[in-house]
Structure formats: structure tokens, C-alpha cells
């Protein structure tokens, strides 16, 4: 078993920056093969991807965020980060850490409230 544990989120005007944390702990093997994500899921709406990082290495974004986030890990301290700037009202939204581990088990932290004001 794996937990996440999400921090960072708040509210912030639009063009403001945040910084999502997130910490894994539990029955933790090589995490730096795990592959490491951020969702998001507004209201009325599925969960989307936003950024993640394979086990493989590289850096995926969804188009929404391209230039704006930041998806990075500290793998020496099983913990993953989303640097987000230029933050829009769009933005807004509960923002899941997650990670795949080398089982291909899919485990999801609590979640984080993101709110940008316009």
C-alpha cells in the first residue's frame, strides 16, 4: 500500500503562481521507477491528466498547462511537486497526486483545492 499526500493548494488571483507538494509513503520499492502524475477534476467535469513523469523519465503535459506548469520529483525524498504560474480561473479545480507503481498499481492521494479568482 502506497499513501499520498497532497499540500500546497489554496486560492490565488489569476496570474498567480502555487506550488503542489506531494509525499509518498507506505510499501515503497524504487520509487523512482514509479510513474508520477497530477489530475485535476473541476466541478461537473472528468478528471483530466495534467502533467506526469513515466518511470522512464521525460515529462508529459497536457496542452492546457504547456509552458505555465512545472511537473518535477525528489526521488531521494519520494516526493513530487507541480510548479504552477500564470494560473488562470480555468485552473481551478481539485488537484490529485498520484503515482503507478512497478506492480502497475494505480494509488491516488486525498486531493487539493486549487481556486483562481479572476
Known amino acids: 500500500q502506497v499513501y499520498l499526500v497532497e499540500s500546497g493548494g489554496g486560492l490565488v488571483q489569476s496570474g498567480g503562481s502555487l506550488r503542489l507538494s506531494c509525499v509518498a509513503s507506505g510499501s515503497i520499492q524504487r520509487f523512482s521507477f514509479y510513474t508520477v502524475d497530477w489530475y485535476r477534476q473541476a466541478p461537473g467535469k472528468q478528471r483530466e491528466l495534467v502533467a506526469n513523469i513515466p518511470g522512464g523519465g521525460g515529462t508529459n503535459y497536457a496542452d492546457s498547462v504547456k509552458g505555465r506548469f512545472t511537473i518535477s520529483r525528489d526521488n531521494a525524498k519520494n516526493m513530487v511537486y507541480l510548479q504552477m504560474n500564470s494560473l488562470k480561473p480555468e485552473d481551478t479545480a481539485v488537484y490529485y497526486c498520484?503515482?503507478?507503481?512497478?506492480?502497475?498499481?494505480?494509488?491516488w492521494g486525498q486531493g487539493t483545492q486549487v481556486t483562481v479568482s479572476s
Open positions: 498520484g503515482v503507478i507503481d512497478n506492480y502497475g498499481t494505480r494509488y
